[in-house]
């Protein structure tokens, strides 16, 4: 049965903390050259894990890179390597700082990284400017399940990229999928604010996960429904969030705010062209909070003029306004 849309005003909402995930995930490495079938598992079981295939050198580096901020929070110690935890409170927020501005594009520009990545999006890609870097520590945040495509619409040709930067087997806090719940349409519960999954909707036994080593990547069907574990070990879980794109149909643009009307926006991209794009009452707009919708009717004292925003389009039509990060 496929579900467009759920809503259910009197439902409890699912507890990620309360899912054990009983499936292993599958390794689609000998997919690889073959992106026919690669897709293929893509589209039916809702993601495509690959082991070990991210160029070995890069992915230190982006290790060093992140740790080097984590040192200067004084979440591990100086000179460590295993991200092992100092016991001091995380600061939260750091997940789209600036202080890791670069790191992201530097792995995946990587020579290495970009023929893989073309091999996974069927053609030529580039980095799309949004960006999480997860620095969390035992007991840390945890993301609730969740579809991605629920809150980034319009987004084509475009494949979300998970790393891990050091070993982050289950105990770290790794993330789950529901496997094979990607063809049901998006589960999220609209009678409710921030449209939750409610529980009993997907399945128990789908639930997936493995323990991730640096260099595998773990890519997620939009529709895939997906959560983080907790974190229950004496490491942070160290992790990096990215997206590809078409490079030959790029749909995102990384772009500054000339003017926003509740009917329209104008922005001018980072080589200095000006674009304006509708709004109407399909723009999912969260330029406030990454995962918060606002009114249309209620975004533009949010959104002056300079500020940076990341602009998700279908021709002159703005699907998504979000807030930039900077990858």
């Not at 993601?47 to 591990?76: C, N, Q, W």
């Not at 050091?166 to 806090?173: I, M, Q």
């Amino acid at each position: 049965m496929v579900v467009e849309s759920i809503s259910m005003p009197g439902a409890k909402d699912l507890d990620s903390t309360t899912i054990t995930p009983r499936g292993e995930l599958q390794s689609c490495n000998h997919l690889l050259d073959d992106h026919a079938a690669l897709m293929r598992f893509h589209d039916e079981q809702g993601y495509i894990l690959l082991r070990g295939v991210l160029d070995p050198d890069s992915v230190e580096e982006t290790r060093k890179a992140m740790f080097a901020v984590m040192e200067r929070h004084g979440l591990i110690e100086p000179g460590n390597t295993d991200g092992t935890w100092t016991g001091k409170p995380f600061p939260g927020g750091m997940e789209e700082s600036p202080e890791f501005s670069g790191i992201a594009r530097r792995l995946i520009e990587n020579p290495a990284n970009q023929k893989l990545m073309e091999k996974i999006l069927g053609e030529p890609a580039c980095i799309i400017p949004i960006v999480q870097y997860r620095t969390y520590p035992p007991g840390g945040s945890i993301t609730g399940a969740h579809q991605d495509g629920f809150y980034s619409p319009g987004i084509k040709n475009y494949k979300p990229v998970w790393t891990t930067l050091t070993p982050c087997p289950r105990e770290v806090g790794g993330l789950m999928v529901a496997v094979g719940q990607c063809n049901r349409g998006f589960l999220h519960n609209l009678a409710k604010t921030p449209s939750p999954i409610p529980e009993g909707v997907i399945p128990e036994d789908s639930w997936a996960t493995t323990d991730y080593m640096p260099g595998d990547v773990l890519i997620l069907n939009p529709y895939a429904p997906h959560a983080s574990m907790p974190n229950t070990s004496k490491y942070c879980r160290v992790t990096l969030d990215t997206r590809v794109q078409s490079a030959a149909d790029p749909r995102v643009l990384l772009a500054d705010i000339v003017s926003a009307s509740p009917d329209a926006i104008t922005v001018r991209d980072l080589a200095g062209k000006e674009r304006t794009f509708a709004v109407d009452d399909d723009t999912f707009i969260r330029i406030e909070h990454p995962g918060v919708r606002q009114k249309r009717e209620d975004y533009v004292p949010s959104a002056p003029a300079g500020k940076r925003i990341v602009v998700v389009f279908d021709g002159d039509h703005a699907e998504t306004l979000r807030r930039a990060s900077d990858n």
